[in-house]
């Protein structure tokens, strides 16, 4: 019975109506359900140890995730809960400008990992915090090319399979690609 319930939705609309979305390891260095997750507006609980995060040199994570070493797993859903209301829709809102900002398409993801990578090798050190603030509050400050800020869709196709082996992938009813 709990399975038929869990089958009257999507993973997409669980997404869009979940404040938080756990996030698990994945067989890459991370799991392409964190940018899901991101994209519906759910701020990421991350409960893996070690677990390298897309531009964590540039990025305040903390700002809008959640992270929970994975020895409290059990102690998530007080964690949880013990995060005030005003908390909980300023991280909302924080994950939305990332996912806008920095992860909406695969030309985006460059342009932060280029933008990471001037920052980090080539700005001044005593300039370098102020750079990544302005950037996290900000974003580019310019608008990316048509062609590079949407990402095509036979690649997102191809992504969402490239790290899964096929005796686990499966269809969703909304047509996402579930694992």
Same mark, same amino acid.
């Given at each position: ?9 999507? !993973? ?16 890459? !260095? ?11 507006? &759910? ?5 893996? #140890? $070690? ?8 990025? #305040?994570? #903390?700002?809008? &995730?959640?992270?929970?070493?994975? $020895?409290?797993?059990?102690?998530? =859903?007080?964690? @949880? ?7 909980? @829709? ?8 990332? !996912?806008? %900002?920095?992860?909406? &398409? ?13 920052? %980090? ?5 005593? /300039?370098? *915090? ?11 400050? !310019?608008?990316?090319? =048509? &062609?590079?800020? $949407?990402?095509?869709?036979? @690649? ?6 490239? %790290?899964?082996? %096929? $005796?686990?992938?499966? /269809?969703? *009813? ?6």
């Amino acid at each position: 019975e709990q399975e038929k319930t869990f089958e009257t939705h999507t !993973y997409t609309e669980l997404a869009l109506g979940s404040k938080f979305s756990l996030i698990v390891e994945g067989f890459g !260095y991370h799991s392409f359900r964190l940018t899901e997750v991101m994209s519906a507006g &759910s701020i990421p609980v991350i409960v893996v #140890d $070690h677990y390298v995060l897309p531009y964590q040199d540039l990025l #305040d994570w #903390d700002s809008f &995730s959640v992270r929970v070493p994975e $020895h409290k797993l059990f102690e998530l =859903p007080e964690l @949880l809960r013990a995060i005030p209301d005003e908390q909980l @829709l300023k991280m909302q809102e924080r994950v939305v400008f990332m !996912y806008e %900002n920095f992860f909406q &398409s695969l030309g985006m993801q460059v342009h932060t990992a280029l933008e990471s990578v001037r920052i %980090n090798l080539f700005t001044p050190e005593a /300039k370098r *915090k102020a750079e990544k603030e302005k950037l996290q509050q900000h974003g580019f400050g !310019y608008e990316l090319p =048509p &062609s590079q800020s $949407h990402t095509p869709a036979e @690649l997102i196709t191809e992504s969402k399979y490239c %790290n899964t082996p %096929n $005796h686990r992938r499966k /269809k969703a *009813k909304d047509g996402s690609v579930m694992r």
